[in-house]
């Protein structure tokens, strides 16, 4: 008889590793309020092409965790890679999302990805959602526990890796374990747990955002907007703009910018976001 193959999540998440300043139970983490104010954050952001998810995760989690950052919550950034299948037309060689966690909560972390769910996902679920076109058969189970990986970085992290946000990133490490029956068949997957110890203990410790990384994003996220096919996406870029002029001036205000100009794009968009950060990136 053909058996029903299945995802499975975790409930809880034990923490790993050490830290010297708290225990890794109680690090970054955000309060359940800041969550909610989180989650409420993220769902009113009207400016970001989150329906053109063929490419620009980077971006859009960047913006995330700036608007987060602007309330003063921190953010970690999840990333996932394999051979992901989120839809069946569209794959992906990794993605990335914003993930926060609940200071002393045995809930998962909780990752805010509209890509996906306007409402936020369990990192279990969220991780699921990047398989879910694809083969549930007991090779491909087997395949993405052996090959798919996971790494935590800071929120405010993009592509660089000078080394900015070491205390806070992590080496990727297998994203799953396979779940067996009593036969041996593999019938689904388990995420490991993360490294907690990684986590960024407040909004205080959380990197700066360099202001090559916002004007980067800036300009993908312009482009993409005209991919959308939206009847008006001119207005849409205009409050990407507007938006981005906001937050880089609340990360300067609340001393979390390092001026390192802008990115090497050039262009109208790239020209777009220039002016948006006038003042703000020398």
């Known amino acids: 008889m053909r058996k029903q193959l299945l995802f499975f999540s975790l409930l809880t998440l034990t923490a790993c590793g050490q830290q010297s300043r708290q225990t890794s139970d109680t690090s970054a ?46 953010s970690s950034a999840l990333y996932v890679y394999g051979v992901l299948q989120p839809t069946p037309s569209v794959s992906w060689s990794y993605h990335v999302a914003p993930m926060i966690q609940v200071t002393n909560s045995a809930q998962e972390a909780w990752v805010l990805d509209p890509a996906f769910e306007r409402e936020p996902l369990t ?48 080496p990727e490490t297998r994203a799953f374990d396979a779940a067996s029956d009593s036969e041996g068949d593999v019938v689904g997957l388990i995420p490991r747990p993360i490294n907690k110890s990684v986590l960024i203990p407040n909004f205080e410790e959380m990197p700066t955002f360099l202001s090559g990384d916002i004007h980067s994003a800036c300009t993908v996220m312009y482009d993409y907007i005209y991919r959308e096919r939206l009847s008006e996406p001119d207005e849409k870029v205009e409050k990407l703009l507007a938006s ?21 794009y050039w262009g109208e968009a790239a020209k777009d976001c220039s002016a948006a950060m006038s003042g703000y990136y020398k």
């Open 244 to 264: 981005t002029t906001r937050l880089i001036k609340a990360m300067d205000s609340l001393d979390k910018l390092t001026r390192n100009g802008v990115s090497s």
């Open 29 to 74: 983490l955000v309060s359940q309020q800041q969550a909610t104010q989180a989650f409420s954050i993220v769902k009113a952001i009207d400016y970001l092409p989150f329906t053109f998810i063929e490419d620009g995760c980077y971006a859009r989690s960047l913006y995330m965790s700036l608007e987060l950052a602007s309330q003063r919550i921190p």
């Open 123 to 170: 990192r279990s679920q969220w991780l699921n959602k990047n398989f879910a076109a694809s083969s549930k058969s007991e090779i491909k189970l087997e395949n993405i526990a052996l090959y798919t990986k996971t790494r935590i970085r800071a929120g405010s992290a993009y592509f660089e890796e000078s080394g900015r946000t070491d205390p806070y990133d992590t």
